[in-house]
């Protein structure tokens, strides 16, 4: 929703600023030096990257329009409910229980990993890579958007250039022609700017702010499935896992124990 609200707002800021200018709207009109930004970008991403990773990358576009935000509240509800249930029933109960969860892949490969008989140290090794190989996709796409928001000026003074040499041939011609052959010439880099700050340069900051909280969700996983190896019970899992979140959701977290987020007592009463 963010997104969206801010490329509107963006949108709307340039309307209104060429709106209340003296040009006509039709100036900043100027399909041959869109397609010369747009398309030069494009070439020279191809060029710079493999075409899979500019195709991903592309994909990585509409994601952006997706919250990026976990319930990490949620999360950690479900991986002390999934401890329980682990130290109940065991560990093909706990697979069979966090089988839906899509969102916690890390937690269910690891229970996989137990099923099967790897060691503490194994699991942390296999998962861990997960975790660093799932970052490195997404750091490459943060970084191929990245370098389109440098290439796009840069084909905007290009197509620039092109008008200017153009203005200059029919100065002699159509000397009348020059102020309005010098502003569309102009509108390429318009758009290079346009491309690069309003969204090559957002698409890269939010896919990284996407993998920092992919990155955070993950580790919380890995520590849950350690735990689990070290048969640590569900009061000191919830524990744990609280110590990754803000002041903020430590004290959800605690309230949905039923814990006084002030004392750290706990506000069931006891049975006599």
Known sequence: MGTFVGIMLGAALIAVGIASGQAQANVFWNWQGLAIVLGGTIAATLISYPLPEVFRGFRSFFVIFRSGVHDLVDAVNRLVTATRIFHREGVTATAQHAAGWKDLWIFKD?????????????????????VRWQLS??????????????????????????????MLITLQSHPQQVGEGLAIALTTTFYGLILANLVFSPIAAKIRERA???????????????????????????????????????????????IHPATGTSKVKKAA
């Not at 229970?111 to 997960?130: C, F």
């Not at 620039?160 to 040499?165: D, H, P, V």
């Open 137 to 166: 996709r997404e750091r490459k796409q943060e970084n191929l958007f990245n370098r389109m928001a440098k290439i796009a000026p840069a084909f905007g003074m290009v197509g620039t250039l092109i008008g200017l040499i153009n």
């Open 212 to 258: 920092e909280n992919n990155v955070l969700l993950q580790t919380m996983q890995i520590e849950t499935i350690l735990m689990l190896y070290d048969k640590r019970n569900y009061v000191f899992v919830r524990e744990k896992l609280a110590a990754y979140l803000n002041a903020g959701l430590r004290k959800k977290v605690q309230q949905t124990a039923g």
């Open 110 to 130: 690891g229970l996989q990993l137990m099923i099967n008989g790897y060691t503490r140290d194994e699991a942390k090794e296999i998962l861990e890579d997960q």
